[in-house]
Protein backbone atom coordinates (compact mmCIF):
# COMPACT_ATOMS: atom_id res chain seq x y z
CA UNK A 1 0.00 0.00 0.00
CA UNK A 2 2.47 2.45 1.06
CA UNK A 3 4.96 1.49 -2.34
CA UNK A 4 1.98 2.06 -4.44
CA UNK A 5 1.05 5.77 -3.04
CA UNK A 6 4.75 6.22 -2.92
CA UNK A 7 4.96 5.58 -7.09
CA UNK A 8 1.43 7.23 -7.66
CA UNK A 9 2.75 10.54 -5.84
CA UNK A 10 5.49 10.81 -7.93
CA UNK A 11 4.09 9.54 -11.29
CA UNK A 12 1.37 12.04 -10.82
CA UNK A 13 3.30 15.28 -9.79
CA UNK A 14 6.73 15.34 -8.45
CA UNK A 15 7.27 19.03 -9.42
CA UNK A 16 4.01 19.85 -7.19
CA UNK A 17 5.23 18.35 -4.39
CA UNK A 18 7.92 20.89 -2.88
CA UNK A 19 7.98 19.10 0.71
CA UNK A 20 8.16 15.32 -0.08
CA UNK A 21 6.29 14.17 2.28
CA UNK A 22 7.21 10.97 4.26
CA UNK A 23 4.94 8.33 4.19
CA UNK A 24 4.48 6.93 7.62
CA UNK A 25 3.85 3.06 7.62
CA UNK A 26 1.55 2.75 10.39
CA UNK A 27 0.54 5.95 13.03
CA UNK A 28 1.90 5.11 16.57
CA UNK A 29 -1.53 6.35 18.19
CA UNK A 30 -3.75 4.33 15.32
CA UNK A 31 -5.99 2.20 17.67
CA UNK A 32 -7.53 0.77 14.24
CA UNK A 33 -4.53 -0.02 12.20
CA UNK A 34 -6.41 0.52 9.05
CA UNK A 35 -5.11 3.86 8.57
CA UNK A 36 -2.09 5.25 6.79
CA UNK A 37 -1.43 8.70 7.89
CA UNK A 38 0.43 11.12 5.69
CA UNK A 39 2.67 13.88 7.14
CA UNK A 40 4.19 17.21 5.87
CA UNK A 41 7.84 15.98 7.03
CA UNK A 42 7.35 19.61 9.05
CA UNK A 43 9.11 17.87 12.34
CA UNK A 44 8.40 20.95 14.60
CA UNK A 45 4.66 21.50 13.42
CA UNK A 46 2.65 21.15 16.50
CA UNK A 47 0.27 22.97 16.09
CA UNK A 48 -3.14 20.83 17.01
CA UNK A 49 -5.53 20.70 14.50
CA UNK A 50 -8.17 23.63 14.64
CA UNK A 51 -11.56 22.86 16.38
CA UNK A 52 -14.46 23.23 14.75
CA UNK A 53 -12.53 21.49 12.08
CA UNK A 54 -12.19 24.20 8.99
CA UNK A 55 -15.25 23.74 7.04
CA UNK A 56 -17.56 22.11 9.96
CA UNK A 57 -21.56 23.38 10.54
CA UNK A 58 -20.16 24.90 14.06
CA UNK A 59 -17.60 27.01 12.15
CA UNK A 60 -20.47 27.93 9.26
CA UNK A 61 -23.36 28.50 11.83
CA UNK A 62 -20.96 30.36 14.51
CA UNK A 63 -20.22 34.09 14.44
CA UNK A 64 -17.92 34.19 16.21
CA UNK A 65 -15.05 33.26 13.60
CA UNK A 66 -13.89 35.61 11.15
CA UNK A 67 -14.86 36.01 7.56
CA UNK A 68 -12.23 33.44 6.16
CA UNK A 69 -13.22 30.90 8.74
CA UNK A 70 -10.25 31.33 11.30
CA UNK A 71 -11.07 31.72 14.75
CA UNK A 72 -9.40 34.46 16.40
CA UNK A 73 -7.22 33.83 18.93
CA UNK A 74 -6.80 36.59 21.59
CA UNK A 75 -3.15 36.63 23.23
CA UNK A 76 -2.99 36.63 26.77
CA UNK A 77 -3.13 40.25 27.54
CA UNK A 78 -6.29 40.73 25.00
CA UNK A 79 -9.59 41.08 26.78
CA UNK A 80 -12.55 38.78 26.35
CA UNK A 81 -15.24 40.49 24.11
CA UNK A 82 -17.75 40.99 26.49
CA UNK A 83 -21.23 38.98 25.73
CA UNK A 84 -23.77 40.28 23.56
CA UNK A 85 -26.35 42.64 24.99
CA UNK A 86 -29.76 40.37 25.98
CA UNK A 87 -32.17 40.78 23.26
CA UNK A 88 -35.60 43.07 25.63
CA UNK A 89 -37.75 43.01 22.85
CA UNK A 90 -37.55 39.04 22.56
CA UNK A 91 -38.13 38.53 25.98
CA UNK A 92 -40.69 36.44 26.87
CA UNK A 93 -42.69 34.94 30.57
CA UNK A 94 -41.21 31.60 31.58
CA UNK A 95 -38.63 31.65 28.82
CA UNK A 96 -34.65 32.31 29.45
CA UNK A 97 -33.62 35.01 27.63
CA UNK A 98 -29.64 33.90 28.66
CA UNK A 99 -29.45 36.86 30.67
CA UNK A 100 -29.11 36.79 34.28
CA UNK A 101 -32.23 39.05 34.92
CA UNK A 102 -35.11 37.49 37.02
CA UNK A 103 -37.61 35.54 34.66
CA UNK A 104 -40.97 37.28 33.82
CA UNK A 105 -43.08 34.16 35.16
CA UNK A 106 -45.31 35.88 37.68
CA UNK A 107 -46.78 38.45 35.55
CA UNK A 108 -49.80 36.35 35.19
CA UNK A 109 -52.07 35.32 37.91
CA UNK A 110 -52.92 31.65 38.50
CA UNK A 111 -55.93 30.40 37.43
CA UNK A 112 -58.27 29.83 40.08
CA UNK A 113 -60.75 27.51 39.43
CA UNK A 114 -60.38 24.09 41.43
CA UNK A 115 -63.64 22.10 42.31
CA UNK A 116 -62.02 20.77 45.25
CA UNK A 117 -59.76 24.02 45.88
CA UNK A 118 -59.15 25.19 50.18
CA UNK A 119 -61.19 28.27 51.20
CA UNK A 120 -59.55 31.73 52.70
CA UNK A 121 -59.98 31.17 56.06
CA UNK A 122 -60.76 33.77 58.76
CA UNK A 123 -57.39 35.45 60.48
CA UNK A 124 -56.91 33.57 63.96
CA UNK A 125 -57.92 30.34 62.39
CA UNK A 126 -55.48 28.92 60.66
CA UNK A 127 -53.92 25.27 61.43
CA UNK A 128 -51.42 27.11 64.19
CA UNK A 129 -54.37 29.00 65.53
CA UNK A 130 -56.56 25.18 65.67
CA UNK A 131 -53.54 23.72 67.56
CA UNK A 132 -53.47 26.30 69.98
CA UNK A 133 -57.23 25.84 70.72
CA UNK A 134 -56.68 22.68 71.39
CA UNK A 135 -53.99 23.17 73.78
CA UNK A 136 -55.59 25.93 75.65
CA UNK A 137 -57.70 23.36 77.52
CA UNK A 138 -61.24 25.11 76.51
CA UNK A 139 -63.93 22.41 76.33
CA UNK A 140 -64.37 21.26 72.92
CA UNK A 141 -66.48 17.95 73.29
CA UNK A 142 -69.74 19.43 74.87
CA UNK A 143 -70.29 16.77 76.84
CA UNK A 144 -69.26 15.40 80.41
CA UNK A 145 -67.61 12.29 79.86
CA UNK A 146 -67.57 10.01 77.01
CA UNK A 147 -70.97 8.67 75.45
CA UNK A 148 -72.44 5.90 73.55
CA UNK A 149 -73.87 7.51 70.52
CA UNK A 150 -76.68 5.35 68.77
CA UNK A 151 -77.27 6.17 65.44
CA UNK A 152 -80.70 8.12 65.83
CA UNK A 153 -78.68 10.41 68.56
CA UNK A 154 -76.17 10.83 66.16
CA UNK A 155 -78.85 12.01 63.52
CA UNK A 156 -79.84 14.82 65.77
CA UNK A 157 -76.96 16.81 65.70
CA UNK A 158 -76.85 17.94 62.75
CA UNK A 159 -76.62 21.90 62.91
CA UNK A 160 -73.74 24.33 62.36
CA UNK A 161 -73.94 25.16 66.45
CA UNK A 162 -74.36 21.27 67.38
CA UNK A 163 -73.04 19.34 64.75
CA UNK A 164 -71.38 15.66 65.19
CA UNK A 165 -70.20 13.54 62.76
CA UNK A 166 -68.54 9.62 62.67
CA UNK A 167 -65.22 8.99 61.99
CA UNK A 168 -63.74 5.25 62.07
CA UNK A 169 -66.27 4.31 64.79
CA UNK A 170 -65.57 7.50 67.12
CA UNK A 171 -67.93 10.52 67.42
CA UNK A 172 -66.62 13.79 67.02
CA UNK A 173 -67.76 17.17 67.97
CA UNK A 174 -66.98 18.98 65.09
CA UNK A 175 -68.37 22.87 65.36
CA UNK A 176 -65.19 24.19 66.43
CA UNK A 177 -63.60 22.92 64.18
CA UNK A 178 -65.77 24.06 61.07
CA UNK A 179 -64.37 28.00 61.01
CA UNK A 180 -60.84 25.70 60.78
CA UNK A 181 -61.28 23.73 58.29
CA UNK A 182 -59.25 24.69 55.08
CA UNK A 183 -61.69 22.73 53.03
CA UNK A 184 -64.42 25.22 53.90
CA UNK A 185 -67.33 24.72 56.93
CA UNK A 186 -69.97 23.70 53.73
CA UNK A 187 -67.82 20.53 53.08
CA UNK A 188 -67.23 19.95 56.48
CA UNK A 189 -71.18 20.07 57.27
CA UNK A 190 -71.80 17.29 54.56
CA UNK A 191 -71.28 15.08 57.12
CA UNK A 192 -72.95 16.56 60.50
CA UNK A 193 -75.22 13.69 61.99
CA UNK A 194 -73.78 10.80 60.27
CA UNK A 195 -70.92 8.78 59.33
CA UNK A 196 -67.93 10.78 57.70
CA UNK A 197 -65.83 7.88 57.05
CA UNK A 198 -66.37 7.33 53.47
CA UNK A 199 -65.89 10.60 52.20
CA UNK A 200 -63.11 11.90 54.62
CA UNK A 201 -61.43 8.67 53.18
CA UNK A 202 -61.81 9.42 49.43
CA UNK A 203 -61.11 13.62 50.02
CA UNK A 204 -57.86 13.46 52.20
CA UNK A 205 -56.94 10.19 54.09
CA UNK A 206 -53.90 11.70 54.77
CA UNK A 207 -55.09 14.27 57.24
CA UNK A 208 -54.33 12.88 60.75
CA UNK A 209 -58.10 12.97 61.80
CA UNK A 210 -57.44 11.53 64.78
CA UNK A 211 -54.90 13.64 66.01
CA UNK A 212 -56.57 17.03 64.73
CA UNK A 213 -59.61 16.11 66.25
CA UNK A 214 -58.75 14.39 69.77
CA UNK A 215 -60.08 17.49 71.61
CA UNK A 216 -63.55 17.23 70.33
CA UNK A 217 -64.09 13.70 70.90
CA UNK A 218 -67.46 12.64 72.33
CA UNK A 219 -67.90 9.16 72.35
CA UNK A 220 -68.23 5.81 70.01
CA UNK A 221 -70.92 4.94 68.17
CA UNK A 222 -73.03 2.02 69.11
CA UNK A 223 -76.32 0.28 67.55
CA UNK A 224 -79.54 1.20 68.53
CA UNK A 225 -80.43 -0.76 71.40
CA UNK A 226 -82.98 -3.94 70.73
CA UNK A 227 -86.13 -3.31 71.84
C1 LIG B 1 -65.60 14.25 55.71
C2 LIG B 1 -65.92 15.48 55.35
C3 LIG B 1 -64.88 16.41 54.80
C4 LIG B 1 -64.86 16.93 53.58
C5 LIG B 1 -65.90 16.73 52.48
C6 LIG B 1 -63.65 17.71 53.46
C7 LIG B 1 -63.25 18.44 52.38
C8 LIG B 1 -62.07 19.09 52.25
C9 LIG B 1 -61.66 19.82 51.11
C10 LIG B 1 -62.48 19.99 49.85
C11 LIG B 1 -60.44 20.31 51.34
C12 LIG B 1 -59.62 21.23 50.43
C13 LIG B 1 -58.84 20.50 49.39
C14 LIG B 1 -57.54 19.91 49.84
O1 LIG B 1 -56.84 20.47 50.68
O2 LIG B 1 -57.13 18.86 49.32
C15 LIG B 1 -60.06 19.89 52.64
C16 LIG B 1 -58.86 20.15 53.21
C17 LIG B 1 -58.54 19.77 54.47
N1 LIG B 1 -59.34 19.16 55.38
FE1 LIG B 1 -61.16 18.44 55.03
N2 LIG B 1 -62.98 17.64 54.65
C18 LIG B 1 -63.70 16.86 55.49
C19 LIG B 1 -63.40 16.54 56.78
C20 LIG B 1 -62.27 16.92 57.42
C21 LIG B 1 -61.94 16.60 58.77
C22 LIG B 1 -62.83 15.80 59.74
C23 LIG B 1 -60.72 17.11 59.01
C24 LIG B 1 -59.88 17.02 60.24
C25 LIG B 1 -60.24 17.36 61.38
C26 LIG B 1 -60.28 17.77 57.83
C27 LIG B 1 -59.07 18.41 57.68
C28 LIG B 1 -58.63 18.98 56.52
C29 LIG B 1 -57.30 19.49 56.33
C30 LIG B 1 -56.17 19.47 57.35
C31 LIG B 1 -57.24 19.97 55.05
C32 LIG B 1 -56.02 20.56 54.36
C33 LIG B 1 -55.37 19.40 53.63
C34 LIG B 1 -54.09 19.75 52.96
O3 LIG B 1 -53.63 20.88 53.06
O4 LIG B 1 -53.52 18.84 52.35
N3 LIG B 1 -61.25 17.64 56.88
N4 LIG B 1 -61.08 19.16 53.18
Not at 62 to 79: A, C, H, R, V, Y
Not at 91 to 120: D, E, F, M, N
Request: charged share 20%; hydrophobic share 35%; aromatic share 8%.
Amino acid sequence: MASYLRSWLYAQTPSDVPNTPSIVESAPHDSDGDTETIHGGDDTDDMPPSFPSVNSAQRIASDKFTENGIPMILTDTQPMLPPPPPLLAQRQPGISSGSLAVPLTTIKPPAKSSKRGKVALAPGHGPLDWANLKKSGQDLRGVDTFLRVTPSMLRRHNKREDAWAVFNGKVYNITPYLSYHPGGERELMRVAGRDGSKLFALTHAWVNLDYMLDGCMVGFLTAEPSS
